[in-house]
């Protein structure tokens, strides 16, 4: 049973591309989870997901970031027109739907994705 | 010993010494808490967790403290091994909503 999985684990792109990073959930879960983490920082909240529904994407910067957890297929987090300060390692985790007041929520983290902005 | 300085706090211990993690928490109506580790290059990994309504829990190894008067929650690492050098990371979270991450500590365990 694989984990959660990510990739690319590492992409550079220049200023003013755009970044696709991907996350496939555990197998059976339903929920996904992403997260921001800047050198020797703890991991910020960006966006919550179920298929074809954002739960909260309180964390997510108003401007040229979205995300997508499609019915098939892995989740996205697109960044449009990446900028420097857009370079960090980006985690995802999954969940399976537990039910209110669930715990070991983000139990299952993926290895994340380093991206790298010159 | 423990030093805070523009970097991770850092905590260095001796292979087989017992390691005490702390972490000051925010929000006191916070009513669920967790440890990460998290090796280089290399995603969190849970560790493990307790709820506002224990103030200990065990695992293997680990033992989770979590003291609400003062919002502080410690990890301690029995017999401590080179292999759980890491960054320790504890989140908490309020009701529904997502996990607050703290700063993380740096644990070096030299043989």
């Known amino acids: 049973n694989a984990g959660v999985m990510q990739n690319p684990r590492h992409l550079v792109r220049r200023r003013g591309q755009e970044a696709r990073l991907r996350c496939s959930p555990m197998k059976g879960h339903s929920h996904v989870y992403w997260y921001r983490q800047l050198p020797e920082e703890g991991l910020k909240f960006m966006v919550y997901?179920?298929?074809?529904?954002?739960?909260?994407e309180s964390g997510m910067p108003k401007e040229r970031f979205s995300a997508e957890f499609p019915k098939e297929g892995p989740s996205i987090l697109r960044i449009q027109q990446v900028v420097r300060g857009d370079s960090a390692a980006y985690f995802c985790?999954?969940?399976?739907?537990?039910?209110?007041?669930?715990?070991?929520?983000?139990?299952?983290f993926g290895q994340g994705t380093r991206l790298t902005v010159v | 010993g423990e030093s805070v300085g523009l970097h991770l706090p850092t905590l260095s211990v001796q292979e087989g010494d017992n390691s005490i993690i702390n972490c000051a928490y925010s929000n006191s109506a916070s009513d669920y808490f967790i440890w990460y580790k998290q090796e280089s290059g290399k995603g969190p990994q849970f560790i493990i967790d307790i709820r506002s309504n224990m103030d200990k829990r065990q695992g293997q190894r680990v033992t989770v403290l979590l003291n609400k008067t003062v919002k502080h929650l410690s990890l301690q690492i029995a017999a401590t091994q080179p292999g759980d050098s890491a960054v320790y990371f504890c989140?908490?979270?309020?009701?529904?909503?997502?996990?607050?991450f703290g700063k993380g500590t740096m644990l070096l365990v030299s043989p």
């Open positions: 985790a999954s969940s399976p739907y537990l039910g209110e007041g669930a715990v070991n929520t983000e139990a299952f």
């Open positions: 989140a908490e979270r309020e009701g529904y909503s997502t996990l607050t």
């Open positions: 997901l179920q298929k074809e529904n954002i739960i909260d």
